[in-house]
């Protein structure tokens, strides 16, 4: 039996480790933290989240709900410890992120199979005797993107990503905000902090009129990368939001400020525009503002976010930031089982592969960690079945049109279509949804059930 090296140990790593072990492979698991860092961990963890602590909608027959319950009955280890330490999001699965790490990392150093090594990886091993798992994500050392630069040939891409800040939940004035979910879905976990039109026209002009950060280096799109490397290359599903206020005064009311489905039980009507706070750890004690990522100054955050009604004493744990995310043009160079094509003992998971998003992340690692065990004894992986929404994720990454490949989150425009005439017979979305829904996991269940 071939060994497995899993590089990386973000989200899509230990769960591909993970796998691969409970398969009965060995596996040696490389993480460089903390013997080197990255410009946005905090720590040395396992599964550390520096973004939200969101993986998204739990509603029934929603896409993300989809890809999470096909992980369950595949037996996510990494899904299991974020459905064990969740904190109350309404209709999302939201995780204590410190509770989340600890519970990954008692998983893998519980393991007898995996083995962790705690340093810098910066060759890729073209051994036929070893199979690797590529999970190092957006933050990749240069080192090892030089590496699989050479190894692929290809030219990599990049986006720009967010953090969003915290805020100390005590210094919160409670008397200016209420609790509410939108429409009611779910229970009523999110702070949210009402505007009215004068304080919304106050607050754009404030953050409008801020001074960013200047971009580091680091920050720098490469050369040959599809744009200036003086122009930053946003990623269009997580934009900071002084670059959404750039696009028109009111496109942060349509955005992370919509205000629809928010009743203020004090006014009985929705808020001309709003800030959600979601709740950060099971003691309550912090909260994010949801899509509020920035690349702010840090004074200029503390001035412009303290004119959110209920904020205007509010102590920030931790201000917003951005970061440079890199991957793979993956249509051009990965197959179907995430296999390079020219070098099929390497596999790429997680955000490195073009998937966006914690679940999709620790989806890909699922993917890699059985791949590479059916590799590594001997067996050709599995394709995945097309109608699920595994299936449907990585058929996107392996097959858009590589000019204007963009990272992806996992949403029902990437599964295939109901047949026109059932489309015609079925006017209700929500029902077609469902049907989607179904036929998705009846066919994960046959392909798990076949091995």
Known sequence: MKKIKVIGGGLAGPEAALQ??????????????????????????????????SLKSES????????????????SFLL??????????????????????????????????ITVVREEVTTLDEDTDQVTVLATGPLTSPPLTAELQRLTGSQHLAFYDSISPIVDAS???????????????????????PFTKEEYVRFIEALSAAETVPAKEWEQIPAGGGASASVPKYFEGCL?????????????????????????????????????????????????????????????????????????????????QIHRNTYINSPTVLTETLQLRTHPNLLIAGQLSGVEGYTESIAGGLLAGRFAAALAQGRAPKPL????????????????????????????D????????????????????????ERALETWDRWLAEG
């Open 171 to 193: 210094t919160i004035d409670m008397e200016k905000v209420y609790l509410a979910a939108r429409w009611d879905r779910g229970t009523a976990d999110y702070i949210n902090c």
């Open 60 to 75: 029934e027959n929603s896409a993300p709900w989809l890809l999470k319950q096909e992980m369950r009955r595949a037996n």
């Open 385 to 412: 079945p097309r109608l699920s929404a595994h299936g449907s994720l990585i058929h996107y990454i392996t097959h858009s049109e590589a000019k204007n490949f963009q990272p992806a989150n996992i949403t029902f």
């Open 240 to 320: 900071p939001i002084e670059e959404i206020a750039r696009r028109g005064r009111d496109t942060l009311r349509f955005g992370p400020m919509k205000p629809a489905g928010l009743t203020n039980p004090k006014t009985g009507r929705w808020p001309y525009a709003v800030v959600q706070l979601r709740q950060e750890n099971l003691r309550a004690d912090s909260y994010n503002l949801v899509g509020f990522q920035n690349h702010l100054k840090y004074g200029e955050q503390a001035r412009v976010l303290r004119l959110i009604p209920g904020l205007e004493s509010a102590k920030f744990l931790r201000y917003g």
């Open 20 to 53: 691969a072990a409970a398969l009965g492979c060995d596996v040696a698991l490389y993480e460089m933290r903390p013997t080197r860092s990255t410009e946005a961990h905090q720590t040395a963890d396992f599964a550390e989240l520096v973004c939200s602590n």
């Open 414 to 437: 990437l599964l295939p279509p109901l047949e026109e005439e059932l489309r015609k017979k079925i006017r209700d979305k929500k029902e077609r949804h469902r049907i989607q829904c």
């Open 80 to 113: 299991a410890a974020a459905d064990a330490s969740a904190v109350p999001a309404g209709h999302a699965l939201a995780v204590d992120r410190s509770e989340f790490s600890a519970k990954v990392s008692a998983l893998i150093a519980q393991n007898p199979r």
